[in-house]
């Protein structure tokens, strides 16, 4: 296509876009006055994406479809836009016909196959260079923090849950449950010594969010790539709903998933720089401070720290040294204070019921319709009379079985492994219902499209949930800015929930964007290191899901972002370069 005449590309660019948007949008909605709009935005761009690609892309002569990469390009690109419809993929009763069917899945699947193919030639031959600045931190820094500012102002102090509330209480009775990670609670305890109000640790997250992501882009910067662009794509970023009010969101999960995303920001500079980053003492006390931050803030993130440190071991054994010892400290200092320190402060330990979340809904799912033996119809009766098991089961969330007032967790406690032995029995029994009880559950982890209801997402909230026992309550200054920052959310989940408040969006970003660099740098390994933090958090919480709540997931949010600048780096600039 590259030989023919201007005139005659932009005919079959236009032609191409107009049966591209035909499919795509038939696969989503039926058409309609607003669909319309989108369409003709979508005619545009598919015509120069593909006028664009006819005048430049060369199967002969690019990168990506060389011999070498060819075998893992193919796959990736085969199957990638499969599973991205599987999740995308809404309500399609407006399908009438079985061919209709055919030809709306196989035009939008060609469309994301050559979108894939195009969009990683594209990235790979990507290089933002250009000049660094050396105040160019301050610009990252400064740009989300006043505008992340504008949030605490206008739901000050910030927004609080009944989990939030719990923690508060324990920071002022000290009476200590590890139901929330206690290290976490024991942060909040100190910052109330400065200020009594949830409104510090509201600030602290606003200014650890901003604080990292200004350390994240002047990693990439020293990469090679241009401030301008990378101040320019914090403007962004700094605008980006999600990272907005989760700043002032008072949940564990915030500030584990700030920690989190530094690990991969540190992993980022120990890849690019082979290692090297790890000869200098201050970075190597910002990684301990890191993992003590990942091993501590969520019931989850120890196994993401210990699979994590041995894999950075056996890649970067060059550097064993500090990284062994940054290993065995972390450890050490994590199962004296989880053991010796919490038995002298007599630290409540979390219950059973919330590591069995999965096994729980795949029990109720098969209760309610598969087949059980007596022995095991004995033993789920014992856990929940077998009449509760389909009053409480929502197929999306496990907590209205597990705080029902009927579910014995304490019976489960006594003896753990009568209840993994019934549940393998009932599951290998039923594995079609296990299955689905699985994927319902874990939807918001690898669905991008909200289900039909009763699916839903918990995204945000705006207040601290009212008549608590502390007293804490709102406070607007500026009703203006509160009503106009809430509406800006309003609008953002209204029309854009499938792209920016469903975390499922962010996992596919992640993965394409990791792969794409993985082709660009050669094909080094060690560049999934980088995204395995976020990625092994996503499958720690499929395997425990309560519910679905996007918090669980908020650290693909700054990961992805941080992938998008990552991929501007020249092919040339994975170097042995000092920090």
Partial sequence: MTNLSPIIRVMVSVVVSLIATAGIISFYEPFYPFTMFIGVILICLFT??????????????????????????????LIFPALLMASSAPDQSHIETSIMFVIVYFVTYLVYMCLSFIGMSKLIHLDASGKSSKYSFSIYL??????????FIAFFPATMTPDSLSQWGQAHSYDWSNWHPLVHTWLLTVLV???????????????????VWAYGMKSIEKRGVSFVWLSLFTVLVAAWPVLGIYSISLWKDVLYSIVL????????????TRGVWLTQKSNLLLLFVTSLGVAFFRHNGFPVFLVMGILLLIVFRQHWKPLLANFIAVLAIYLVVTGPIFTALDV?????????????????????????????????????????????????????IKFSGEYDDTFIANDLGAFLKVWSGMVIQNPGLAIEAFLKETSIVWQMHEPEKPGYTSNFLTYIYKDNEYGLENKIFFPTIT???????????????????????????????????????NRRASVWLISLPVLLNVGSVAATLPAQDFRYLFSNVPLALFLIAMIWIGQSKMSDAHE
Avoid at 505 to 519: G, N
């Fill in 48 to 77: 120069l994406i593909a006028y664009s690609a006819s005048k430049s892309f060369s199967w002969n002569h690019s990168i990506l479809f060389s011999r070498p990469h060819m075998k893992w390009v193919l796959p990736f690109g």
């Fill in 142 to 151: 400064v740009i989300p923090f006043v505008t992340w500012m504008v949030y």
């Fill in 193 to 211: 010594q400065i200020w009594d109000s949830p409104g510090v640790l509201a600030l602290f997250q606003v200014f650890m969010m901003a604080l």
């Fill in 261 to 272: 995303f530094l690990f991969c920001v540190l992993t980022f500079n120990i890849v690019f």
């Fill in 348 to 400: 409540r330990p979390t219950e059973a019921k919330e590591a069995l979340g999965i096994p729980t809904q795949q029990m109720a799912n098969i209760v309610i319709n598969g087949d059980l033996t007596e022995d095991q119809e004995a033993y789920v009766s014992n856990v929940m009379p077998l009449p509760m098991w389909e009053k409480f089961y929502h197929p999306y969330k496990v907590d209205p």
């Fill in 483 to 521: 009503s106009n920052v809430k509406e800006y959310l309003e609008d953002s989940e209204k029309n854009f929930l499938t792209t920016i408040w469903r975390p499922a969006s962010y996992l596919f970003a992640i993965v394409f964007l990791t792969f794409t660099a993985w082709m660009k740098f």
